[in-house]
């Protein structure tokens, strides 16, 4: 039993997959999959009516209900055939289906003698909205009004060729049949919204951070605070402008993954803010967009990591080295764009921690004077001395060798 679940699973996922093609949107590739599921469903629902048409003896009632069942395989495969024509397969079986229920309600004379049948052009207009847009669906509405109006007149000017003999019972199963096809259309659409909506959420929260990303979804106007205390760190991959010129694009790619892929691990693991990659530049945040007392170590710690990993071991069969700059003081986070938006930072203190790093040692760490007066009882450090900061004068820096055996176990 256990090994034919996932085999029901292919078979049901090659059938939603009739009509799928390179490049579909995912708007449309979700309506077609809620249509796939509903049709197939009316096609196996339809059998039971027409099985008592023919017990009944209307046999051209049956047998134009046996032509819908038939058609059936074959629109699937024009789907399959041609997908970009699924807008005009749909109508077309849709008229067909449309027109066989006002020749039910002509024969049975009229609206209720026929069980209401034409009330499944509500099946229409909801497959319409679903797989096609609007605009359609509100075209199959005016004509499931103009389909009710004429069977309501219609025994007015033509007489009943059948009468049914059971016109409650009718009306009850295609009450029933319709719920059920509703029923399933709704519960599959649901389904395919929370998942498109989880897609959503997951790649919003991999962009930004989760605070960031549900005060955006709650309608802010603009995301901008101020953190007092916070520590950026901005870390390059030491000569790889000219390691790069002799890299194909995939390779040179693949690399920058790995290692980001890395840091992130990291990053995740301190409970720390990735703010973006620039080129082969890494920046992190710690203090924001939650205030924390121990940003300095906890960057300190990461920039240690950083180091030491990438000092010892290999990345696709390369040895690089890092070179990293940490400061730590107030700063001003928040979102820049409506379109392709980002969480940032802004301040001083961030265009300090960027001359860090580009006046740094490659395989070293240098960290300003701020960060240093933070740390220096918890890591071993050395003075740099005074470094020339383009735009920032003189400063005073410092190198982060190691860690003291009494750093909190929790930071690292």
Same mark, same amino acid.
Request: charged share 20%; glycine share 16%.
């Given at each position: 039993m256990p090994t034919m679940l996932p085999r029901w699973r292919r078979v049901f996922e090659s059938l939603l997959a009739i009509g799928s093609f390179p490049g579909e949107p995912e708007i449309r590739r979700?309506?077609?999959? &809620?249509?796939?599921v509903a049709f197939i469903a009316a096609i196996f629902l339809t059998i039971p009516t027409a099985v008592s048409y023919f017990a009944a003896g209307y046999a051209p009632l049956a047998l134009a209900n046996i032509a819908l069942i038939g058609l059936? +395989? =074959?629109?699937?495969?024009a789907i399959h055939r041609w997908p970009r024509w699924f807008a005009r397969i749909v109508n077309c079986y849709f008229a067909l289906g449309y027109a066989e229920g006002l020749v039910e309600a002509t024969m049975f004379g009229g609206l209720v003698r026929s069980g209401l049948g034409v009330i499944f052009g509500l099946v229409l207009v909801l497959g319409a909205l679903i797989t096609i847009g609007p605009k359609a669906a509100f075209w199959w509405f005016i004509a499931f009004v103009v389909g009710v109006l004429y069977a309501l007149v219609i025994p007015s000017f033509v007489r009943p060729t059948y009468h049914m003999r059971s016109v409650s019972g009718e009306i !009850?199963?295609? =009450?029933i049949e319709l719920g059920i096809v509703v029923f399933i259309t709704l519960v599959y659409f649901v389904r395919q919204r929370d998942r498109f909506q989880r897609l959503s959420d997951d790649l919003l929260h991999n962009i930004l951070p989760d605070e960031i990303a549900r005060r955006l979804k709650g309608d802010a106007d603009m995301i901008a605070d101020d953190f007092l205390e916070a520590s950026v760190l901005f870390a390059d991959v030491a000569g790889f402008t000219p390691m790069s010129a002799g890299m194909a694009p995939a390779e040179l790619v693949g690399l920058l993954n790995e290692v980001f892929s890395i840091c992130d691990g990291f990053v995740e693991e301190l409970g720390l803010e990735k703010i973006k990659t620039v080129g082969d530049e890494y920046m992190v945040a710690a203090g924001v967009p939650h205030p924390r007392p121990d940003h300095a170590h906890a960057t300190a710690v990461l920039a240690l990591r950083m180091r030491n990993h990438f000092a010892s071991n290999d990345v696709l069969g390369r040895r690089l080295s890092f070179r990293i700059g940490i400061n730590s003081g107030p700063v001003t986070a928040g979102i820049i764009g409506k379109r392709k938006f980002s969480y940032d930072l802004w301040g001083a203190a961030v265009n300090a921690a960027s001359r860090m790093e580009s006046t740094g040692i490659p395989g070293s760490i240098q960290i300003s004077a701020e960060t240093y007066q933070m740390i220096r009882d918890d890591f071993v450090c050395e003075e740099r001395g005074v470094v !020339? &900061?383009? *735009? =920032? *004068? $003189?400063m005073t820096t410092y %190198? %982060?060798?190691?860690?003291? $055996?009494? &750093? +909190?176990? $929790?930071?690292?």
């Open positions: 979700g309506g077609r999959r &809620v249509f796939i059936g +395989p =074959l629109v699937l495969y !009850a199963f295609n =009450l !020339a &900061v383009k *735009g =920032l *004068g $003189e %190198l %982060l060798l190691s860690r003291r $055996e009494q &750093v +909190p176990a $929790e930071i690292g």
